[in-house]
């Protein structure tokens, strides 16, 4: 089990593996990042419960923090983190190295800018409505939506070219998360759909799509030494590789 690992290991190259361990330690840090930031105006905002008066100024009202908060977890922290995760299942899974590493840095790049500017523009009090988790402004919006588009195309990039023939069950739910997601985001933003009806189909869909996201997460299912080796590629996690040595447990085959 141990020389399978091994061989594993050393197959993608000392290169690929510094690569996959960059992409994904900047995905968690990022997202880390975007937790503490996403708490802490939590935390202001369950304080002002008790102290309605503290921060008198506008940009600490709780109409502007609390979509905040919520789109910073969402789209800051939780986004960012599954992302990180399902590169590095990817190519680990698909025995491989990773596809366009400069896409993955793009993607970062994409979803940090919407972010940030989704932020500025709540606190700044531009509100795109008072649906939760649509209020950013939508050319915010299409940005993280191009993000998730190169993230689709890394993802899809890197299982294409896998080395087995089967495709690791992780994989099939975190692509179909993304292309899921990809498409509420674009539909979103059509004009069509902001009054009425339409309006409330998309919102709909909106709060599941989080509870989605989140399922693709637990089915990636990442054994503890799986996160040790992206962070620090050097240590020897022993036998706790032994959940990476075996994707065919949890493969789908082609039917016959």
């Keep these: ?21 960059s992409i994904f330690a900047a995905y968690t840090v990022s997202a880390t990042l975007w937790l503490l930031f996403a708490t802490a105006v939590g935390l202001l905002l369950a304080y002002k419960f008790g102290a309605p008066d503290f921060g008198a100024g506008a940009w600490l009202t709780f109409g502007r923090l609390r979509p905040i908060h919520t789109n910073a977890t969402f789209y800051g922290w939780a986004s960012v983190a599954l992302v990180g995760l399902a590169y590095y299942v990817a190519a680990r899974s ?10 993955a840095w793009i993607g ?26 649509r209020e950013w402004p939508w050319p915010i919006r299409l940005v ?4 998730l588009v190169v993230t689709a195309w890394k993802l899809i990039g890197t299982v294409a070219g896998r080395s087995t023939d089967d495709i690791y069950l992780s994989n099939w ?3 179909g998360g993304v292309l899921w997601t990809c498409i509420i985001a674009l539909v979103a ?14 919102s709909g869909y909106y709060m599941p799509m989080k509870a989605f996201w989140i399922l693709c997460g637990c089915r990636m299912d990442p054994s503890p ?4 080796t992206a962070l620090l590629p050097n240590v020897d ?18 039917p016959h």
């Excluded at 933003?189 to 189909?201: D, E, R």
Aim: no cysteine; glycine share 8%.
């Design 173 to 175: 739910y975190t692509i």
């Design 1 to 21: 089990m141990q020389t399978g690992v091994a061989a594993h290991h050393s197959s993608l190259g000392e290169k690929d593996n510094r690569a996959l361990a």
């Design 189 to 202: 933003i059509l004009p069509w759909y902001q009054y009425g009806l339409g309006q409330v189909s998309v």
């Design 94 to 103: 698909s025995r491989i190295s990773p596809y366009s590493v400069k896409l």
């Design 237 to 254: 996690t022993g036998v706790m590789h032994e959940r990476v040595a075996l994707p065919s447990m949890t493969t789908v085959h082609p």
């Design 108 to 133: 970062l790049v994409l979803f940090n800018v919407a972010a940030v500017a989704g932020t500025v523009a709540l606190d700044l009090g531009y509100n795109d409505g008072n649906l939760e988790y």
């Design 144 to 147: 993280f939506l191009v993000a």
């Design 225 to 228: 030494s799986s996160v040790v």
